[in-house]
């Protein structure tokens, strides 16, 4: 079974300033589909960012970029210029690839990060 | 993207009672939805996965007869407590993928619900 680790149950980072938010999943399959998302306070949760484990290109958006390691299956976030609204809950989630749309999300335990002004 | 709907967002209901929360998917058609319950400062806890015209999967250990879902359409998944007790108390998410290309899950806004 597929498993995803986030370590970090807690980070802070100064506002303007980059951190990292670390993620190590688990899995035989060769193929998935990896994400990041943030729940704010609202508990909406809204995705981050993407990668799809057959591009070895790291995806970025905008401030937000990943550094997808496949062979260590790793699949860290780095937040650049952090700002006051990305303090949230960050949570690392895998999903294995194929046709269907019932294929769960596996997630990490979430690290909830604080941005300090 | 696209849009999921979840209501209500707060409810609060006695003890014994039953209590509905709907998940609608507005711009799509969606033929599984995902039901998450999650507890403070803690991650997502799948609870079951809605298929529309059959039967809900359940995660191990979540009481089928307490937790009822009815994906009755293909815009609309339903999660009913039943006898609902303070322990039930929680925070409840529904979640969708839209078979038009995205590999992301949407998600709702999620139901805070409250049993006194």
């Known amino acids: 079974a597929q498993t995803v680790t986030q370590s970090q149950p807690e980070m802070s980072v100064q506002e303007a300033e980059t951190v990292t938010l670390s993620c190590t999943y688990d899995t035989s399959e060769s193929d998935y589909y990896l994400f990041w998302y943030k729940q704010p306070p609202s508990r909406q949760m809204i995705l981050v960012i993407r990668q799809e484990a057959y591009k070895q290109q790291n995806a970025t958006e905008n401030r937000f970029s990943v550094n997808f390691q496949k062979a260590a299956k790793s699949f860290s976030l780095k937040i650049s210029d952090s700002q006051l609204g990305d303090a949230a809950m960050y949570f690392c989630?895998?999903?294995?690839?194929?046709?269907?749309?019932?294929?769960?999300?596996?997630w990490g335990l979430g690290t909830s990060l604080g941005v300090n002004p | 993207g696209a849009v999921v709907s979840q209501h209500p967002s707060r409810v609060i209901c006695k003890s014994g009672t039953s209590v509905k929360i709907e998940c609608r998917s507005l711009?799509?058609?969606?033929?599984?939805m995902f039901w998450y319950r999650q507890f403070p400062k803690q991650s997502l806890m799948l609870m079951a996965t809605?298929?529309?015209?059959?039967?809900?999967?359940?995660e191990q250990g979540v009481e089928k007869d307490k937790f009822l879902i009815n994906h009755a359409s293909l815009t609309l998944s339903t999660l009913t407590v039943t006898s609902a007790h303070p322990e039930d108390s929680s925070f409840y998410i529904c979640?969708?993928?839209?078979?038009?290309?995205?590999?992301?899950?949407?998600f709702g806004q999620g139901t805070r619900l409250t049993v006194v």
């Open positions: 979640s969708a993928r839209d078979p038009r290309g995205y590999t992301e899950a949407f």
């Open positions: 711009d799509f058609q969606a033929t599984t």
């Open positions: 809605s298929n529309e015209g059959s039967k809900a999967t359940y």
């Open positions: 989630a895998y999903r294995s690839a194929g046709a269907g749309n019932n294929r769960k999300l596996i």
